[in-house]
């Protein structure tokens, strides 16, 4: 090492992490996905189509199939919902920002 330093090397230094930030417990959750409404509601049906040790990386890829291959007609009914979600999160932020201001 000593020899490797002498000849210009550079021994790059870890840097530690900080702590992780904490969240505050008030602030309003993230709405869900699309996706994730669609594997709410239909999670049950992959497990039961799966062998019974299936795990759970393997649930959730054969739900991805599944969504690629739903129609847009489909997935318009958890598009929407998502949507509606999205605008209820985005007026309880707008309230959490102001209470903090």
């Given amino acids: 090492m000593a020899e490797f330093k002498a000849q210009g090397g550079v021994v790059p230094v870890k840097k530690k992490r900080g702590a992780k930030k904490q969240r505050d417990p008030n602030m309003p959750k993230r709405p869900l996905s699309a ?12 497990v039961k189509s799966l062998p019974a040790d299936a795990k759970a990386t393997e649930v959730m890829k054969e739900g991805g199939k599944q969504w690629r291959a739903l129609t847009a007609a489909k997935k318009k009914k958890y598009e929407t919902e ?5 605008k209820e999160y985005a007026k309880e932020m707008d309230a959490y920002k102001a209470q903090l201001a």
């Fill in 82 to 86: 998502a949507a509606k979600l999205k």
């Fill in 35 to 46: 996706y994730m409404l669609f594997m709410m509601e239909n999670r049950p049906k992959f």
